[in-house]
């Protein structure tokens, strides 16, 4: 437990020494990030001991707040969860020391630092707080110190309003939260969380938790119509930030979800039910919303939201399962979602820093500007690559084993007679669409960045980033490909994980997934080494090659680079395809006549929730309001009076 | 189980080009020509092996990633699926869904390779086959769940095995019969044939995978043929052991029945493809949306 509290204490006061240091020092950053690093090791430290001894680590001390107890308990589920955040915290300071040095940011760096390590503090108490308050306390403090990562560069107007809409989402959550946790207060008769299995459903009451609790803890998580503040707050955050928010912080709220259905003894089947239908439209709409963005940081945005899909579908499958009471369902879906917060927490910190890397030497975001990128910063082109290739849910690496998880439960439901199973069945076409959805986004990102012509002198003059930022990278990257290649080391841990969740769910012979995961491993192996060794031949064969030719142009002499397929060209038929749900606008790109004047074409997907449906209907309200209030307050000092005297009679007669 | 691999793995590499030889004389056929020899995949593979090669200058190791992995995907893939009555050498719980995203990494490298060469044709090649693919993925998992749902089982062994003759018999054979279909169209899509691909010409604009591959040359072109056969034989495999699940005592008249059985469907493709023009391309993801609903009726029918 000493473990876990130090690594909570030094990470929240990781940038604290660095506010009395020298403004444009590098002293303040780099005890940060030994901080940032002893805290994330520290917590590891922990998670270790979890795993190794078995037991959850439970501490309580009193707390002078009525209904409130100091209650630390990490046990393996939580673990799953501090586990990535770990690992992403740790890659995102070292990064930072060059990506955002304080030497090139004296007026926002320290401030940064300061609430970087808040936001990794808060994440680590709220995924082992025992107690509501404790826990509303670090989601508060998670949630404010948030809003300051993202509007680090304030003086953006960009960043200002992606944090205004995410303090305002954020805070509409906690509203929920409250709720949801005084009706669990009456349920259990305490603040502090009850054990596992141990809350009977009541009808009405638990419905209102459950349903308060997927509000709440949804529009953390972003599952779609909830996600309105996610895609522009990550775009708009450093990268190493966004890595921090998009990997890890959105995941507090598939935790929440997560722990807070671990109470009840019996489930519904509608809770499960509905979160199959938000996962399969999240996944479905985030890939599809992804392919439209020409803003890459925006695009990984819309990711997140898709992965969290899938994370939902694994764990809508879990809670299905345990309706049904069939343990299988529970252990492969609770057991994929959770696997899926970890490789996700990996890959996509991965894809954030590596995009990272290829906007600093850039300088823009948009996808239409990049192009062979790879000759420029072939590393980071490596590392992008297999960050693509895990979040497109391919073998050999480690998003594949959670989807597997994922789909080897709705196959194991089909063979069975399961009551109620057509709504486990339909998950697996919606994965199979997703996942080719994904695979369609990467390859235009990584096509349309690494690969190619430059499009842009901005690409001509790029540089490969730096060892400091390239490293956290390999290293996300190794683990990335440690899980893929070896699953079969992580299957016990999360057996305990599910244990921690649903007993009942032990109660099997777990052979078949652990069988499975090394035979996966055996294959991932064999494709790695076949590969390798074919490639080489290959490559031994270069001295065949004749030098110097171009690309062949089909007999067209003078191609040059803007011919190139675009972005926006490639994903243009699947965009289509959805237009029913995207609504691109879509600007010129007629051209008429015999002799065509010059024609500019241009394309954008606006979010469907935010900017067509809430910021419409908001700015329809305040208009209403507006006038309203200029109808009222006209200025005529006869009105006033009559309101007076109108407040007097109603006052008089009510009380008569 | 080396013995089962290797008997395996020779099969596919030895017999997997015949299949192309054999279209092509059955559309030779149709169009009343006399055709080139049936073998000649195989003097093409040779002969490419010793070739040297142009790379653009605007290519990356990318680009020969593509055709490797385009390779050794159908390779791995086909240990996992029975071929006949010869059991799948490796097989385990679970192994259909890495055999289909198996083909998906191959799928996601031949395109990065085809963008790799910054040609607008080759984007357009790799934007419609990664586009196409996300209509027919769910397909292959309406149709896996079919077999799953008939036969209890969780590998492609299982789901490919002895429950299929008695499914055919028993009331499932409506259903069986739609996925078949369904299985087929994907077969063609997947292996670019027509009416969805024009396998015969690189350079009109409506073409998918040959315009991906068209900067390839040399051992890395003779990659992606031979990785093209390969992946007709093993897709066809699927539709082959769904469609003529009878199993006799001896083991080489089982061979023989399977290799017949592919040789049927190369000239069943042979055949659909004198028949039939290429389709337009938008009415490409029409045609695979209908074949989807035709797996979910098969579903239904299984689940009713």
Same mark, same amino acid.
């Given at each position: 437990?000493?473990?876990?509290l ?6 929240g006061?990781?940038g604290?020494?660095?506010?009395f ?18 805290a ?9 001991q ?28 939580a ?15 070292i990064?930072?020391?060059t ?20 936001v990794?503090a808060?994440?680590?108490l ?13 989601w ?14 304030d003086?953006?107007?960009e960043?200002r ?16 939260l ?19 299995g ?8 638990a ?23 996610l ?5 708009a955050?450093?990268?190493?930030a ?6 890890v ?26 979160l ?7 996944a479905?709409?985030?890939v ?13 945005a ?14 809508g499958?879990?809670l ?7 343990p ?9 979602a ?9 890959f ?22 990049y ?17 693509a290739?895990?979040i497109s ?13 994922i789909?080897?439960g ?12 057509i ?11 997703t ?5 369609a ?18 690409v001509?003059?790029?540089?490969e980033a730096p060892?400091?930022?390239?490293a ?8 990335c ?5 070896l ?5 016990p ?21 652990l ?9 991932a ?8 060794l ?11 090659v ?39 606008r ?11 004047a ?6 954008h ?6 900017d067509r449906?809430i ?7 305040s ?21 007076i ?11 008569m | #189980?080396?013995v089962g ?10 017999f997997?080009?015949?299949?192309a ?9 149709f ?76 799928r996601?490298f ?6 790799d060469?910054?040609s ?18 769910p ?24 429950h299929l ?7 499932s ?5 739609l996925?078949l ?25 409506? #073409? ?5 591959v ?5 051992p890395?072109?003779? #990659?992606?043929?031979?990785g093209?056969?390969?992946?007709? #034989? ?5 539709v ?14 089982n ?7 592919l040789?049927l469907?190369?000239m ?9 023009a290429?389709?337009?391309?938008v ?5 695979l949306?209908?074949?989807?609903l ?11």
């Amino acid at each position: 437990m000493s473990w876990l509290l130090t690594a909570v204490a030094l990470a929240g006061l990781s940038g604290v020494p660095g506010l009395f240091m020298n403004r444009y020092g590098s002293g303040g950053e780099r005890i940060a990030c030994a901080l940032i690093v002893a805290a994330a090791l520290c917590g590891l430290g922990a998670v270790v001991q979890v795993f190794y001894d078995g037991d959850p680590l439970l501490l309580a001390w009193s707390w002078k707040i009525p209904g409130a107890a100091f209650i630390v308990r990490l046990d393996a589920l939580a673990a799953f969860f501090l586990m990535p955040l770990c690992l992403v915290a740790a890659a995102g300071a070292i990064y930072g020391l060059t990506y955002m040095a304080q030497s090139h940011h004296p007026e926002n760096g320290r401030q940064f630092r300061l609430f970087y390590g808040l936001v990794v503090a808060a994440v680590m108490l709220v995924v082992c707080a025992g107690n509501s308050l404790l826990f509303l306390f670090a989601w508060e403090l998670m949630a404010v110190s948030g809003f300051f990562l993202i509007t680090a560069d304030d003086q953006l107007e960009e960043a200002r309003k992606a944090g205004f809409v995410y303090l305002a989402a954020s805070h509409t959550g906690v509203l929920a939260l409250l709720a949801m946790f005084v009706l669990l207060e009456q349920g259990s008769g305490s603040f502090t969380f009850p054990a596992a299995g141990l809350l009977v459903a009541q009808g009405g009451s638990a419905a209102a938790i459950f349903l308060l609790g997927l509000f709440g803890f949804g529009l953390k998580a972003g599952l779609i119509p909830l996600h309105i503040w996610l895609p522009a707050a990550h775009a708009a955050a450093p990268s190493h930030a966004s890595a921090l928010l998009s990997g890890v912080m959105i995941k507090t709220g598939i935790y929440g979800l997560t722990r807070l259905t671990s109470f009840f003894c019996e489930i519904p089947f509608w809770w499960g039910g509905s979160l199959l239908a938000l996962g399969a439209l999240s996944a479905v709409f985030g890939v599809v919303l992804a392919l439209a963005q020409h803003d890459i940081k925006r695009l990984l945005a819309y990711h997140s939201v898709e992965n969290i899909g899938i994370i939902a579908l694994g764990l809508g499958m879990a809670l299905v399962g345990r309706s049904l009471g069939e343990p299988l369902l529970v252990m492969l879906g609770l057991g994929g979602a959770l696997l899926h917060v970890v490789n996700h927490g990996l890959f996509k910190s991965l894809l954030f820093l590596s995009v990272g890397s290829v906007v600093q030497a850039t300088g823009t975001r948009d996808l239409s500007q990049y192009g062979g990128l790879s000759k420029h910063q072939p590393l980071t082109a490596l590392l992008f690559l297999g960050g693509a290739v895990a979040i497109s849910g391919l073998p050999p690496f480690n998003g594949f084993i959670s989807e597997w998880l994922i789909y080897t439960g709705v196959f194991s439901s089909a063979g069975k007679d399961v009551g109620g199973g057509i709504a486990i069945l339909l998950i697996a076409p919606v994965l199979a669409l997703t996942g080719a959805l994904a695979l369609a986004c990467f390859v235009k990102v990584f096509g349309m960045t690494f690969l190619g012509h430059p499009r842009s002198d901005a690409v001509v003059q790029a540089k490969e980033a730096p060892a400091l930022m390239l490293a956290p990278m390999m290293v996300l990257l190794g683990f990335c490909a440690w899980i893929g290649l070896l699953p079969q080391t992580l299957g016990p841990l999360l057996l305990k994980a599910v244990g921690d969740w649903n007993s009942a769910a032990l109660e099997m012979p777990t052979a078949m997934p652990l069988q499975s995961l090394t035979n996966i491993s055996v294959f991932a192996w064999v494709l790695l080494l076949t590969c390798g060794l074919l490639f080489w031949w290959l490559q031994r064969r270069r001295h065949h090659v004749v030098p110097g030719l171009g690309t062949w142009g089909c007999g067209y002499q003078l191609p040059n680079q803007r011919m190139q397929y675009s972005a926006g060209s490639f994903a243009d038929t699947i965009v289509a395809l959805f237009r029913f749900g995207l609504w691109t606008r879509r600007h010129g790109g007629q051209a008429g006549g015999l002799f065509p004047a010059e024609e500019h074409f241009a394309c954008h997907t606006p979010d469907i929730v935010l900017d067509r449906a809430i910021l419409p209907a908001s700015s329809g309200i305040s208009w209403l309001f507006v006038r309203l209030r200029s109808w009222v307050q006209n200025g005529l000092l006869a009105f006033y009076l009559l309101y007076i005297a109108l407040t007097l009679i109603f006052f008089l007669l009510w009380f008569m | #189980m080396i013995v089962g691999i290797l008997i395996h793995l020779l099969l596919l590499l030895l017999f997997a080009p015949l299949l192309a030889g054999i279209i092509a004389r059955t559309k030779a056929l149709f169009a009343g020509r006399r055709g080139q020899p049936v073998l000649q995949l195989y003097f093409d593979l040779l002969r490419l092996a010793r070739k040297g090669s142009v790379i653009s200058k605007t290519t990356t190791w990318v680009f020969a990633a593509g055709p490797v992995i385009g390779l050794v995907v159908p390779l791995i893939a086909a240990l996992m699926l029975p071929f006949g009555t010869f059991k799948a050498p490796l097989s385990f719980d679970g192994d259909l869904i890495l055999f289909v995203y198996l083909f998906a990494l191959a799928r996601f490298f031949t395109a990065a390779a085809a963008l790799d060469t910054g040609s607008s044709f080759e984007g357009m090649g790799a934007a419609r086959e990664v586009t196409f693919s996300c209509l027919a993925e769910p397909t292959i998992m309406f149709a896996l769940l079919v077999l799953a749902k008939l036969s209890g089982g969780l590998s492609l062994d299982v789901l490919l095995g002895d429950h299929l003759s008695a499914s055919w018999r028993g009331g499932s054979g409506p259903a069986l019969g739609l996925i078949l279909v369904c299985l087929f169209v994907v077969l063609l899509v997947e292996n670019s044939r027509i009416p969805f691909d024009d396998p015969n010409t690189h350079l009109e604009l409506t #073409m998918i995978h040959e315009v991906m591959v068209l900067d390839h040359s040399g051992p890395a072109f003779g #990659m992606i043929l031979y990785g093209a056969a390969l992946k007709l #034989m093993v897709l066809g495999t699927l539709v082959v052991n769904l469609a003529l699940p009878w199993a006799t005592p001896w083991w080489a008249l089982n061979l023989l029945l399977y290799l017949a059985g592919l040789v049927l469907l190369a000239m069943l493709i042979g055949i659909v493809e004198s028949v039939m023009a290429r389709l337009r391309l938008v009415r490409i993801p029409q045609v695979l949306i209908g074949t989807t609903l035709i797996s979910v009726f098969a579903l239904v029918l299984v689940l009713r």
